[in-house]
């Protein structure tokens, strides 16, 4: 995950439900990350230890066991207050195909850090690439996070930002962003990876 400081400073508006519901799209359903659980963790760890998909992250070092996943996924708990004070809830999902029966884990989306400001993150499993799964996943959750109150009502999110970064080479994801209505806002060097880092606004 890139440095937080890539993004500036946002005032939070926000108020994360206790139970968020689960996102549905045309083909996906964005269930709510249950953290601790097994289920949840052996297929997370089954794309985190994959190092074709390390390669993309920061630092490029696969997840080496289920515990290693599961400090992953503690990790989705925001350290930082909603608007409403609360600390610990979280906005991650996995991501499971609607018709599929086995609800086998294809990949996760979600808000990694509420300051300075909300950024989101996502991954797919490989064998899913390029079939348009992550930028659905993407659209699902933003329309998500806009719907979500905020103190002083919902007008209170005009001129908010959902920011993001990705590795400029990884095409892929710069085009999922895109496909949500991200921009760039800038390019910056990171472990000699050209970062996009790209925001969309309500």
């Known amino acids: 995950m890139p440095d937080v400081s890539l993004y500036p400073a946002q005032r939070t508006v926000v108020v994360i439900p206790p139970d968020p519901p689960a996102i549905l799209t045309q083909r996906l359903t ?8 097994d289920a949840d963790a052996e297929g997370l760890f089954a794309i985190r230890r994959r190092q074709d ?5 920061w630092p490029r070092v696969p997840h080496h066991s289920v515990e290693e ?5 503690r990790r989705r708990q925001f350290q930082a207050p ?20 086995s609800e086998q884990i294809i990949g ?15 991954g797919i499993h490989p064998e899913f690439w390029g079939q348009g799964y992550a930028s659905e996943a993407v659209r699902g959750l933003v329309d998500a996070w806009w719907k979500l109150s905020r103190v002083g009502g919902n007008g209170e ?15 892929g994801s710069v085009r ?15 472990e000699g990876d050209t970062v996009v ?5 309500r």
């Open 30 to 37: 964005l269930r709510p990350l249950r953290i601790g659980n």
């Open 53 to 57: 998909v390390a390669d993309w992250l």
């Open 69 to 73: 996943t599961k400090e992953w996924m």
């Open 82 to 101: 909603d608007a409403s004070g609360a600390v610990g809830r979280q906005f991650t999902f996995v991501i499971v195909r609607t018709d599929d029966p």
């Open 108 to 122: 996760s989306i979600g808000i990694n850090s509420l300051d300075p400001a909300p950024s989101l993150g996502y």
């Open 157 to 171: 999110a005009e001129g908010e930002r959902l920011w993001a970064a990705t590795n400029r080479a990884n095409r």
């Open 176 to 190: 999922a962003l895109e496909k949500g209505d991200f921009r760039v806002f800038r390019e910056v060097q990171l």
């Open 197 to 201: 880092v790209m925001y969309v606004e």
